[in-house]
């Protein structure tokens, strides 16, 4: 599986953006991009996929380098809720294959 | 249908006991899939059911670790003659299996220590 690399931990004031970056320089064409993220005790939550294009859902967007070496979770305005582990993960789609962790980055967010 | 489910959510065991774990998935998915979680670290899988075929295993899945799904609906996890090791979050999470992106579904997980 292609390895990705992310912060150990960001901090984040509430109510402001947070830009959660990914390396990925060995991602092989089919590989998607996905991000899961786990609040405390609980089991991990997909927040967002992409391919090649940028996405938007209700919960984040993902910003995909052109290269596809690189992509950064945006959360638009960080609340308490956000605060938790983020996952980037490469593979196939997540539906039907198995997901590869690594250790994520833990978000901190401030009041 | 209120998401996977996982039973018990915590487990304190003896080492040398067995114990057994039970996951149930979203009713509609097929796809079920078993992660071990350790403190500090991102899951990391261990096996996954396609209906009741159980299609690939982790090498992490060592001889004293079974997992079955009978009726392609709720799985469950056996670990026999527990050690120290073996403390960790067991993780579930189910999927459909679609020619579209689907997303995986997780637990809340079960947590085991072994003393």
């Known amino acids: 599986d292609a390895k990705t690399t992310q912060p150990n931990s960001m901090e984040s004031n509430e109510e402001e953006p947070v830009h959660l970056p990914c390396n990925h320089s060995?991602?092989?064409?089919?590989?998607?991009i996905h991000w899961y993220r786990q609040l405390p005790s609980q089991g991990p939550e997909y927040v967002i996929h992409?391919?090649?294009s940028n996405v938007n859902n209700r919960m984040a967007s993902l910003a995909i380098a052109e290269d596809r070496k690189s992509s950064t979770l945006i959360l638009h305005r960080a609340t308490l809720r956000d605060a938790a582990v983020y996952y980037c993960?490469?593979?196939?789609?997540?539906?039907?294959?198995?997901?590869?962790f690594g250790k994520g980055t833990m978000l901190l967010v401030s009041p | 249908d209120t998401g996977v489910s996982q039973d018990p959510r915590h487990k304190i065991t003896k080492r040398g006991q067995n114990v057994t774990f039970r996951c149930d998935p979203i009713?509609?998915?097929?796809?079920l899939y078993w992660y071990r979680q350790t403190l500090g670290q991102g899951p990391e899988f261990l096996t996954y059911?396609?209906?009741?075929?159980?299609?690939?295993k982790s090498r992490l899945l060592s001889d004293r670790f079974s997992a079955e799904r009978p009726k392609g609906s709720f799985s469950t996890l056996e670990i026999q003659r527990t050690e120290q090791g073996d403390s960790a979050m067991y993780l579930c999470?189910?999927?459909?299996?679609?020619?579209?992106?689907?997303?995986?579904?997780f637990g809340q997980g079960t947590r085991l220590t072994v003393v």
């Open positions: 059911f396609q209906n009741e075929a159980q299609l690939e």
């Open positions: 992409g391919l090649t």
């Open positions: 993960i490469l593979g196939l789609n997540s539906g039907y294959s198995t997901l590869t």
């Open positions: 060995t991602i092989s064409g089919t590989d998607y």
């Open positions: 999470a189910s999927s459909t299996h679609r020619d579209t992106h689907t997303e995986a579904f």
């Open positions: 009713s509609e998915h097929n796809r």
